[in-house]
């Protein structure tokens, strides 16, 4: 043996054994090169190559299902004749950042990734055949960078079986030893639950599971994020593995590769075994394993719904929510009309107070179910929605605007009620005085669900992912919020002592309090400009359309008295539907949100352009935002008439990008589920060379814009 391989130099050196040479080349942290497992190549015969990688210290490339990357790519030009298999990826690692979360799967060090390429059988010897290929990765260590390369290999057709190559064969074949691989005589199971899949595994005798098992998804169905719940049994083991948020559930098998860090025996994979298996779904017949594999173990118990500490958790920020909810500017109005009333009541004995407040909160309440269910149900049938989706139909919005017009209207004394049309029998008047805080309460729901209250998104994203009992338990949670403070003050007599006796200043209260119901109308007509098309007059429609609404009410209280009580009624009702008609709108794409008075340029958010602009190293700020939320709007008057901050984004060349979610767009609603998101405000800043984002507050000061600022640019 020692002489041959004194001798085989000597060889080399005389051309009884040609060798393949290829080029490496180096990009970043990265050298690649295409190297083969034999020296030459016999005509028809397949070899091995493979993309050589090394990593230099700290950093890593990806595997298949990367995770938070992307997985390297080979695109092969070969000569006539020549063809290349697929990639054949050795058992990859876990990576972890420094707070020990899982980022994604794939390589360090030196790695060889497998590719079997077959020459035609016609190939004639003694020439050099050159096979080229592009290579791509991504480089990770605290940064990401892409890398790629133009590489190739030269080989040389010979007529005779090849030789090992000595500088890559036995690496190349150490490397197919790390490939996943079966265990002859194993047998699995997979059954679907709900938000998991429990793999029931049974090995033959003298193979063990091993320690600290992890399974890598091929299809990206299993969470690459959640660890495994992970049993071992005598002879067996069981994983629950978490299904992905965003997998697909019609998913018909179990794709990937189980590693044990210790392997699996002493003449099997020394690492990774090859699972791919039809999924079951959960039924009791399959509850415990089939009885063909009666010595299968039973499986774990199914893991605890979520964790009544987190289930508090969450109601207790919905909670708190909906309690700030009172004080948004959009709520604001109907909270005025509801202490208007409770002015009105209170010269009323107690009782009377306390039974309107309980119908108020009896209205949120109710009205939150409501919405919950509706955005439950049409969730469950596909429908991409957010929280505050009715203000993502024009037609509703412009109904809403109308309704708060003639409400404002009747508060100027344009025109009031009749006291025909309220005392229809004797205890009519009681009746629609609760009817009122009933509806009083349905109209705070409405206009507050666009706000995004603090405490209120992350409650309302854990909600949209909660099973439905869960998701209205949370719902309640932040009605109950909303309503309790009326609540409270009808139910407390020495609350109620501190409003003003009723009085003639009443009247001029009254006045007032329209205008909050004016400036919510202008707000409506805002959003409506982004929901409109304006080359076709739509939004000139629109307010021609309320005109005649105030038109309406403006006949109804000068010409609908007793007298002519009929014409004035028909009149005012012909106002009101030509107004309505009018306004109506069409249903059409929104124009571009202006930029107003914020000295900055918006571009339009996709995945693409943010995938481009971090490709050429830029700072984005990322604006998910709409004209219906209040809060957005007060975001951006306070951050982007900042001087400081329009400064520092000019010192870092920061590229404003916007995701208008005005209207109903389903990539804009995926990209926020995939932060635990249902509702806007929401904000990002990408730095330069950091994959992951800072996330900001829903309610932003230019404090905490420039603080996001100096915590991403660390990085």
């Not at 007529?159 to 699995?188: N, Y």
């Not at 001029?508 to 329209?514: G, L, N, Q, R």
Request: glycine share 10%; charged share 15%.
């Amino acid at each position: 043996m020692k002489s041959v391989r004194l001798l085989l130099p000597c060889a080399i050196a005389l051309g009884l054994f040609p060798m393949a040479h290829g080029v490496p080349v180096k990009k970043g942290a990265v050298e690649a090169e295409l190297v083969a497992a034999d020296s030459s190549i016999q005509p028809g015969r397949t070899f091995t190559a493979a993309l050589r990688l090394r990593h230099d210290p700290h950093w890593h490339s990806y595997w298949i299902n990367a995770g938070t990357g992307y997985p390297t790519s080979l695109e092969w030009s070969l000569p006539e004749g020549f063809k290349a298999g697929p990639i054949q990826w050795p058992t990859p690692h876990v990576f972890r950042d420094a707070q020990g979360r899982i980022t994604g799967n794939g390589y360090e060090g030196e790695v060889f990734l497998l590719v079997d390429v077959t020459p035609p059988a016609s190939l004639a010897p003694g020439a050099d055949v050159t096979l080229k290929a592009k290579a791509e990765w991504l480089m990770c260590q605290e940064v990401c960078m892409p890398g790629d390369a133009d590489l190739a290999l030269t080989l040389p057709v010979q007529p005779w079986p090849p030789a090992p190559d000595p500088g890559w064969a036995a690496k190349i074949a150490a490397t197919r030893q790390k490939l996943p691989q079966e265990i002859s005589g194993a047998q699995f199971v997979a059954i679907l639950r709900e938000k998991s899949v429990e793999l029931t595994g049974r090995l033959p005798a003298g193979f063990a599971a091993g320690a600290r098992l992890h399974f890598f998804s091929e299809d990206g169905f299993i969470d690459f994020e959640r660890e495994a719940q992970v049993e071992h049994t005598a002879g067996g083991f069981t994983m629950v593995l978490p299904i992905a948020d965003a997998a697909e559930m019609k998913t018909a098998r179990l794709a990937g590769v189980i590693r044990s860090e210790t392997g699996w025996g002493p003449n099997g994979p020394a690492h990774g075994v090859r699972i791919d298996v039809p999924l079951a779904a959960a039924t009791p017949a399959n509850a415990n394993p089939p009885s063909s594999s009666s010595s299968f173990p039973p499986p774990p118990p199914p893991p605890p719904p979520s964790a009544s500490a987190g289930l508090a958790g969450t109601l207790l920020l919905a909670f708190i929510g909906g309690i700030i909810l009172n004080l948004m500017p959009c709520v604001f109005p109907v909270l005025g009309i509801k202490i208007l009333g409770f002015v009105n009541q209170s010269g009323s004995d107690r009782r009377k107070v306390t039974l309107h407040g309980l119908t108020y909160a009896a209205g949120v309440l109710v009205s939150f179910w409501v919405l919950a269910g509706l955005l439950i149900a049409l969730r469950a049938g596909g429908q991409q929605l957010g929280w505050g989706f009715q203000l993502q139909s024009p037609a509703f919005v412009f109904g809403m605007a109308a309704f708060l017009l003639i409400f404002a209207l009747n508060l100027s004394g344009l025109f009031e009620v009749g006291l025909s049309a309220t005392a229809v029998g004797g205890g009519l008047p009681a009746k629609e005085g609760f009817a009122g805080s009933f509806f009083t309460g349905m109209l705070a729901t409405l206009v507050a669900t666009p706000c995004s209250a603090p405490f209120l998104a992350p409650a309302l994203g854990a909600a949209l992912a909660l099973s439905t009992f869960e998701s209205l338990l949370v719902f309640s949670a932040i009605a109950v919020g909303l309503g309790l403070p009326y609540l409270l003050l009808s139910m407390f007599p020495q609350a109620v002592k501190i409003l003003p006796k009723p009085g003639v200043w009443m009247e001029t209260f009254k006045e007032f309090m329209a205008f909050p119901l004016y400036a919510t109308v202008g707000w409506l007509l805002w959003v409506l400009a982004g929901q409109t098309r304006d080359d076709d007059g739509a939004l000139l429609n629109i307010v021609l359309g309320l005109v005649f609404v105030a038109m309406a009410g403006w006949a109804y209280g000068r010409f609908g008295q007793p007298r002519r009580q009929f014409a004035g009624r028909l009149l005012a009702a012909a106002l009101l539907g030509l107004g309505l008609w009018l306004g109506w709108p069409s249903s059409g794409p929104a124009g571009d949100v202006p930029p107003g008075s914020y000295q900055v340029t918006w571009e339009k958010w996709s995945p693409e352009a943010l995938a481009s602009l971090q490709a050429a190293g830029r700072f984005v700020y990322v604006d998910f935002t709409a004209r219906w939320c209040a809060t957005c709007q007060t975001n951006k008057a306070a951050v982007f008439h900042s001087e400081a901050v329009l400064r520092e984004f000019g010192r870092r060349g920061v590229v404003l990008l916007r995701g208008d979610w005005t209207n109903r767009d389903p990539q804009i609603t995926a990209e926020l589920a995939k932060w635990q998101r249902s509702a806007v405000p929401f904000n990002l800043i990408y730095a330069p060379g950091r994959k992951d984002p800072v996330v900001l507050p829903e309610l932003l000061t230019p404090g905490k814009v420039l603080e996001a600022l100096a915590q991403a640019g660390k990085s």
